[in-house]
């Protein structure tokens, strides 16, 4: 069973930082795709952005230029830094993975951005 773990969520104000850390209980380069996805209060999970096995990146384009997404091989972790946050960042930030037909998803981290 593959396990993720998130961390790194918390409040901050508009216009800071944080980076949000999923680590993967397996090589991360056994999925095809891992990313990272976030759901505010009554609204659907949305993608944020994601990276292949590749090395392939792509954003939301909500978030292109404020977020970036990477990896530690070393570490089975991948990374979301979040610059220049805003308020309507603010959501549950889950970490998912897939291999083939198969996904996981972690148990999310709270991201509360202030004005």
């Known amino acids: 069973q593959v396990q993720l773990v998130e961390s790194g969520g918390g409040l901050v104000q508009a216009g800071g930082s944080l980076r949000l850390s999923c680590a993967a209980s397996?090589?991360?380069?056994?999925?095809?795709?891992m990313g990272w996805y976030r759901q505010a209060p009554g609204q659907e999970r949305e993608l944020v952005a994601q990276?292949?096995?590749?090395?392939?990146?792509n954003y939301a384009d909500s978030v292109t230029g404020r977020f970036t997404i990477y990896r530690d091989s070393t570490k089975n972790t991948v990374y979301l830094e979040m610059n220049s946050l805003k308020p309507e960042d603010t959501a549950v930030y889950y970490c998912?993975?897939?291999?083939?037909?198969?996904?996981?998803w972690g148990q999310g981290t709270q991201v509360t951005v202030s004005s």
């Open positions: 998912r993975s897939s291999s083939g037909l198969s996904y996981y």
């Open positions: 397996r090589s991360i380069f056994s999925f095809n795709v």
């Open positions: 990276v292949t096995v590749g090395g392939i990146k």
